[in-house]
């Protein structure tokens, strides 16, 4: 039998550990996706960890995505073999280990160096399909090129057709495997967090956050490294400088036209043959609307609260839009989303995957990609054991019978 190891070695042990992989111990220890959002707010100033957090105004949606989940019960089945369960799935024709994809948000630079490089790994890594964002901090030819899963990109309806057309030339050569188009930012929601707290892009740290910023030095060592943090993707776009302030003034005046109809959707079918997602639906009526322009999927999103304070949840939308269109296309939810469980009753009420978006920044935060991939570990966890505990071994054997919902949810449009 080998010697016990001393207090000395153990701690020297440790210490060497601790400077290889400086994440590796306390993402041990993020048990749920709340504990890495803990985790991320301790090692985040409050200004980036709020631009994060934050919604629309009063929040009242962001806090209704969560709640609605609460009203959905589970109806367990016993006795059932179950002692080989599978999360995979199909997603627009491409197989993936879970249900769990990582959707578009942008400036993932603010949470790590790494940013959306280190997310991409992260779903390469585990399985799952990436969903890169126009407003990147790093551009789409570099996710790609760190990218080792499937890679999507997401769009806005860009005032200029010139821009939006050499974003998608720029996703096809980059190798994305599909487009998902954001429609409901018609004008940026108000965001009054960020105006609170002096957010603006690229970050300054003032005298107001000075203090708080100086505490976590990890962050501004990462933050300072290479150009300034600002949407890359842009610069060179017409009538665009390529400073981060006039691209930060470009975003919020021509990120989307608040003019454009269901035509841009068509138009942009026209220009792109691969499979096309619409993302920012809420209604029966834009559900069909999009299926009718040419989309393959939907995904039901309210923009995590961050848009029209005051939408309904997204879950207790699914319902209706499954019964409306889910036989003509792929449906998707996003919001909310913060347990496996979650993603159990979405698929059980007929959603093909759930997007993720504030959980897997958490993971940035806590941790660069490791901490992403925990995210994801987390998710799969905790679906793999609700899948064993409701009695259904596998994702397509969820169905109705599995989840109790209010029975208004599918009622009206």
């Not at 080998?2 to 701690?11: H, T």
């Not at 665009?240 to 109809?261: H, I, K, Q």
């Not at 269109?325 to 909310?336: K, T």
Request: proline letters at 5%; hydrophobic letters at 45%.
């Amino acid at each position: 039998m080998p010697a016990p190891e001393s207090v000395a070695a153990r701690l020297r042990r440790l210490f060497v550990l601790e400077l290889s992989n400086p994440f590796a111990r306390h993402l041990a220890r993020a048990y749920t996706i709340d504990d890495l959002r803990l985790q991320a707010r301790r090692r985040l100033p409050k200004i980036v960890y709020e631009f994060v957090e934050g919604g629309a105004e009063d929040e009242v949606t962001v806090r209704r995505n969560r709640e609605a989940f609460s009203e959905i019960g589970l109806e367990p089945e016993y006795l059932r073999d179950v002692a080989r369960r599978d999360l995979t799935t199909t997603v627009l024709g491409t197989e993936v280990a879970s249900p769990v994809v990582l959707g578009p948000t942008g400036l993932q630079r603010l949470a790590h160096v790494d940013g959306e490089l280190a997310a991409a790994r992260a779903a390469g890594a585990m399985g799952s399909i990436y969903v890169a964002a126009t407003a990147s901090s790093y551009t789409i030819e570099e996710i790609a090129e760190a990218a080792t899963g499937p890679l999507w990109f997401q769009l806005y309806l860009w005032s200029s057709r010139e821009i939006l057309g050499a974003l998608v030339e720029r996703a096809r050569t980059a190798g994305c495997v599909a487009l998902c188009l954001t429609i409901d930012v018609p004008v940026l929601g108000g965001r009054e967090r960020d105006l609170r707290n002096g957010m603006r892009i690229p970050p300054r740290v003032g005298l107001a956050n000075a203090l708080d910023a100086a505490r976590r030095p990890r962050w501004l060592y990462g933050i300072a490294q290479g150009e300034d943090l600002t949407y890359v993707n842009l610069r060179g776009a017409p009538g665009v400088e390529s400073d981060g302030l006039s691209l930060m003034e470009y975003l919020n005046t021509r990120l989307t036209d608040p003019a454009a109809t269901w035509d841009e959707l068509t138009w942009l079918r026209s220009i792109w043959n691969g499979p096309l997602v619409v993302k920012g639906i809420t209604s029966v009526a834009d559900a069909r609307r999009a299926i009718e322009g040419g989309a393959d999927g939907v995904v039901v999103s309210n923009h995590g609260g961050r848009q029209l304070d005051g939408a309904p949840a997204t879950i207790e939308r699914l319902p209706r839009i499954i019964n409306a269109v889910g036989d003509r296309a792929e449906v998707y939810l996003d919001g909310g989303i913060r347990r496996g469980t979650d993603v159990l009753k979405a698929i059980a009420m007929g959603a093909r995957a759930c997007l993720v978006g504030r959980p897997y920044w958490y993971g940035l935060g806590a941790g660069g990609e490791a901490g992403v991939r925990r995210c994801l570990e987390i998710f799969n966890g905790e679906l793999d054991r609700a899948l064993a505990l409701v009695g259904r071994p596998t994702l397509a054997e969820l169905d109705g019978e599995v989840v109790r919902v209010p029975a208004d949810w599918s009622a009206g449009g």
